[in-house]
């Protein structure tokens, strides 16, 4: 027996009246002012001698604002997701990153004052009760400051950031919103939103992909000189600011926010590539399934036959929540109460923009989490994924605020981690040969999107800022580049490419975080690893990953994987196995289409 859960998730409980919520425009002021009022004595301050008694206070104030910039980050994040229209909401951001803009000022004041404390003092100063558990992310800003600008010139560019590299970044939001697609559902003719489109590019009528597939290159193509100028925009403004700091690699910020080194990507680069052959054979297999010699792009997330019709919602609810009670009843349990709670945003309608995240609301201890449910496979598992963010959040959040901002690599090892758990639940029930090549299909299909399909989104990204040193790019140079990047990427083994995928993708949009690609692919394979390792401990392994997810934000990813799983990952052989393993199923799937 299910739950009837509800598919509208409840942002009342936070700030009640939505964009024109009375309390969330009191809470934004009394933030704008506490901010204000630190960032006029951190001025005042600036440049003498720093005061401990005072910088420890300060510590504490910058922890109570960032729950507080945190919270309403993702209070609007929600609402101009949930309906593209609300141009009040639309309003609320450019305060929001305006109020976001002010705080990274007070950062990198207060990190200036971390950095001019003579060494003594400074190993006396973090060795106190309150500080010791900070030290980490304490000794990383003291560090980090010395490769920014002084704080006023980075004050001058958050400033100018708000209007110029996030105004783009917005731009594009509104660029989506606008996308609309003539389309024929039985005798009626709709407009679907960007979202709605996206979820047909899987259904599992070929006519319908194709059809939608045409439609949606058309639709991106008529944007696309729109995006073409956003994304050499922001580019552009990166390029420069980089520039300024001293930091000659596009890649140096993504890494040293991801916390990881240049070795430790290469290395898993190194192993990914690896890959490509078993997924062309992967490709190929299912290329005879479906009847043909060669996928097209559309046809590699199509779910194939099983006899199995949509499932409902809170049938996925239910699947979900089993899975994860095999491995943690607690994970179980943030799950079920997600659900209850309503903090998921699901319904199937027009005015969503399209994708899934999760958001954290720091204060109330919560998160949300936002996709469009259709009732594919896909759908579950994106729906699993976000979960497992939630449950990272729920972990970290009895920390210091500064101790829960873990960078995004390990984020996805979380959310990959409660993909797998579901997927291998799954497996595990189902009987029938049919069944069993359908999960098997979906498990290879995130093999394909994480090391095929991110890696071309990498590959892409990176010659698209070489070129762009030279100048902007036009619509059709980036169309080349990007089939290019897919073509490496998947070996050449699909008969059609998805030109405008650079369009068409928020995450190269993103303003927040640079190169929102590589991340995806570290917790894909991080998480194959903790798979292998939960599976030979049993059932004390959940006591473990919950205490490296503790972890995740106060150390580096190499001393993560060293401390919690004895690997060592600026080395290839643990990428190597892990790529082996994600990539194992092929031989499962063809030994099931041969009998």
């Known amino acids: 027996m299910t739950n009837d859960y509800a598919k509208v998730w409840d942002l009342e409980v936070f700030f009640p009246g939505g964009s024109e919520s009375p309390k969330f425009a009191e809470f934004m002021s009394e933030t704008e002012r506490t901010t204000a009022e630190l960032l006029t004595q951190l001025r005042e301050s600036e440049g003498g001698a720093a005061n401990i008694e005072r910088l420890g206070e300060r510590t504490s104030q910058i922890q109570q604002l960032l729950s507080r910039l945190r919270q309403s980050e993702s209070f609007v994040l929600c609402l101009t997701s949930q309906n593209t229209g609300d141009r009040r909401a639309v309003s609320w951001t450019e305060r929001v990153q305006t109020l976001a803009a002010r705080f990274r000022q007070v950062l990198d004041l207060f990190d200036a004052q971390l950095a001019s404390m003579p060494e003594d003092q400074w190993d006396t100063w973090l060795k106190t009760p309150e500080r010791a558990e900070l030290s980490f992310v304490l000794n990383e800003r003291r560090q980090g400051i010395k490769e920014k600008l002084p704080p006023a010139l980075e004050a001058l560019a958050g400033e100018l950031a708000v209007d110029g590299f996030h105004g783009w970044g917005e731009h594009y939001d509104t660029i989506v919103g606008g996308v609309g697609i003539p389309w024929e559902e039985g005798d009626r003719q709709v407009t679907l939103s960007a979202g709605q489109a996206f979820n047909k590019l899987s259904h599992p009528d070929q006519a319908v992909r194709d059809r939608m597939m045409e439609a949606w290159e058309q639709a991106w193509e008529g944007k696309a000189d729109l995006c073409a100028d956003t994304l050499n925009r922001l580019a552009g403004f990166r390029l420069k600011l980089n520039h300024q700091r001293g930091w000659k690699n596009i890649l140096h910020e993504p890494l040293r926010i991801n916390r990881m080194k240049r070795e430790t990507l290469d290395a898993m680069w190194t192993a990914v590539a690896e890959a490509v052959e078993p997924l062309k054979r ?70 969503k923009r399209p994708g899934g995240y999760c958001t954290d609301f720091p204060l109330d201890k919560q998160t949300r989490i936002f996709m469009t449910y259709s009732g594919t496979p896909d759908n579950v598992s994106t729906l699993a994924h976000e979960l497992g963010h939630a449950y990272h959040g729920y972990l970290v959040h009895g920390l210091p605020p500064m101790n829960q901002e873990y960078a995004m690599n390990v984020a996805e090892t979380a959310s990959t981690f409660a993909e797998a758990l579901v997927s291998d639940a799954l497996l ?42 030279s100048g902007m790019l036009q619509a059709s140079e980036l169309n080349e ?95 190597r196995s892990a790529v082996s393993r994600a990539v194992s199923d092929v031989d499962r799937y063809a030994a099931l289409i041969q009998k």
């Open 428 to 469: 595990k029930r189902v009987t029938i040969d049919q069944g069993k090549l359908a999960l098997l299909d979906d498990r290879l299909q995130s093999a394909v999107a994480f090391l095929m399909n991110i890696r071309a989104r990498f590959l892409f990204e990176t010659r698209f800022y070489e070129r762009r040193t």
């Open 481 to 575: 580049l990007m089939v290019d990047a897919q073509k490496e990427a998947y070996g050449d083994a699909l008969s059609s490419w998805h030109p405008h995928f650079w369009a068409s993708k928020m995450h190269f949009y993103i303003t927040d975080v640079p190169f929102y690609n590589f991340p995806y692919t570290f917790g894909y394979l991080f998480s194959t690893g903790l798979v292998a390792v939960a599976e030979k401990e049993g059932a004390d392994f959940h006591q473990r990953y919950d205490a490296l997810l503790r972890d995740t934000a106060v150390m580096t990813v190499e001393d993560l994987a060293s401390r919690h799983l004895g690997v060592a990952l600026d080395r290839p052989e643990f990428w």
């Open 282 to 351: 992967y490709l190929s297999l299912k290329a005879q399934l479906l009847g043909k010699q060669k996928l097209s792009w559309q046809d590699v997330s199509a779910p194939l036959p099983s006899n199995q019709a949509d499932i409902p919602y809170s049938e996925a609810a239910s699947l979900i929540e089993n899975a994860f009670a095999e491995f943690s009843p607690n994970l179980a349990g943030l799950a079920r109460r997600a659900f209850q709670e309503r903090w998921i945003e699901a319904e199937d309608r027009a005015g």
